[in-house]
């Protein structure tokens, strides 16, 4: 069936996914496959109506552009985030204790400390090396197997285990690594897994971005396999679908996937939705296909869409309280518009109109997500981008539990819903 093959793509981009940069190589070799040509943001461009585009930054951010045959005359932007809160490597990260090498950890976001003890980890990230003629070069690196494990302390030396006590990552979250292993041997280690994986030999190690991650890989659960549990749903679920819709759309209209790093952390960086990853690569663009002046650079991003995707807090079946009554959405029950009055997120009832309106056109059911109003509201890329660009903005998502833990739980059937409704969106003729 159509659905269950959406959902082996799903399951094994999640698992091939363990970091930024590997999720942005996974999906710039799906746009590869779809005919797009890539772009160096260091050489001069050139564009052709009808082109199917894309550029990476860091190589942790990645923008698609489905170009229209048609003067580019307005954008159906569809955005997300590549990064998930969890646990990085420190530079410095060997250190030893009690006859172990253990490895220093930095807090990336705001992750779910608890759901991290007693799981096997794997080790993945970016290294930059140098060779033996002196180039420098970065390569990826999955270590697709327990090496890790951050083992919780037994309930016999802690009686208060289960009373709330606060977690102390500097003290409490080292992962265990090598019995009787030394500080050398953790760049031993790197150098033995890049040679396996790249057949690299003689080389330096000159500094690494390393990324601790669940081994247990995403699944189906429940009776009728009626949900997804995995590593990452926030944010790659939504890379995933904008970059199903972009693909399955029929390629008449100008279209945009953004994918940007750092969400969790703010989105200030160069390639974050904060930095001019985006607006660069507008304007660009409206060089080769515009006017290329300011005036056609803002008519470009006043006539275009941006749906700003990140996944929304589910009603929680044990914890019905922390949500509205009136607006708690439940696994696969369809998109989730997300409003907030405070502009934490970036819906107004022009862009909730126009989603509304898709999800009408595609069939699909639509619920709207509001935060208590006793509570504090988190938010996205949307708002960022919608004051970067001022393009018109909502935020949705779909629904799902256990945002920020190691291990998250959304729908199987919403993932098919959005697609289908932001594929719609990529068609639309009128955005107006």
């Not at 943001?41 to 951010?61: F, K």
């Not at 200030?268 to 290329?292: E, H, K, Y």
Request: with cysteine; proline share 5%.
């Amino acid at each position: 069936m159509p659905q269950d093959d959406l959902l082996e793509r799903l399951l094994d981009f999640l698992r091939r996914s363990p970091t930024p940069w590997h999720a942005v190589a996974n999906m710039v070799s799906r746009l590869e496959g779809a005919g797009f040509r890539r772009l160096d943001e260091t050489e001069a461009w050139r564009l052709d109506p009808g082109e199917r585009v894309y550029v990476t930054r860091n190589d942790s951010s990645v923008i698609a552009l489905q170009l229209p045959r048609q003067p580019l005359e307005a954008l159906r932007m569809i955005g997300a985030h590549t990064d998930s809160p969890g646990l990085r490597l420190k530079p410095n990260a060997a250190q030893t204790s009690a006859g172990w090498l253990q490895l220093g950890v930095e807090v990336y976001g705001g992750a779910l400390l608890a759901p991290w003890f007693d799981r096997d980890l794997g080790l993945a990230g970016r290294v930059h090396v140098r060779h033996p003629d002196g180039r420098l070069e970065g390569v990826l690196i999955g270590v697709d197997r327990p090496v890790a494990i951050i083992p919780s302390l037994a309930i016999h030396l802690d009686r208060e285990a289960n009373n709330g006590r606060a977690i102390n990552a500097q003290t409490e979250m080292a992962p265990v690594l090598l019995q009787g292993g030394e500080h050398a041997d953790l760049e031993r280690l790197l150098l033995t897994w890049l040679e396996e994986q790249h057949d690299l030999t003689g080389i330096e190690i000159l500094d690494f971005e390393l990324v601790l991650h669940d081994m247990q890989p995403p699944s189906r659960v429940g009776v009728e396999g009626e949900l997804i549990a995995s590593a990452r749903l926030d944010n790659l679920l939504s890379c995933f679908i904008g970059l199903e819709a972009l693909l399955a759309s029929d390629g008449s209209q100008g279209a945009l996937l953004v994918a940007n790093d750092h969400e969790e952390v703010g989105s200030a960086s160069a390639c974050g939705a904060q930095g001019p990853f985006l607006g660069d690569v507008l304007r660009r663009v409206s060089d080769q296909l515009g006017g290329g002046g300011g005036e056609d650079v803002v008519r470009l991003v006043q006539s275009s869409r941006m749906i700003s995707c990140d996944n929304a807090h589910a009603l929680h079946p044990n914890f019905p309280d922390k949500h509205d009554a009136a607006h708690g959405p439940s696994l696969n029950g369809g998109p989730v518009i997300k409003v907030n009055a405070n502009q934490r997120y970036a819906t107004n009832s022009a862009t909730a109109a126009l989603f509304r309106d898709l999800c009408r056109e595609a069939g699909e059911p639509v619920q709207t997500f509001v935060t208590r109003a006793d509570m504090a509201c988190g938010s996205t890329i949307g708002p960022i981008t919608a004051t970067e660009l001022g393009v018109p903005t909502l935020d949705v998502g779909v629904a799902q539990w256990a945002m920020h833990s190691i291990r998250e739980t959304a729908g199987v059937r919403d993932v098919a819903s959005l697609t289908r409704v932001l594929t719609a969106f990529c068609n639309r003729t009128e955005l107006a």
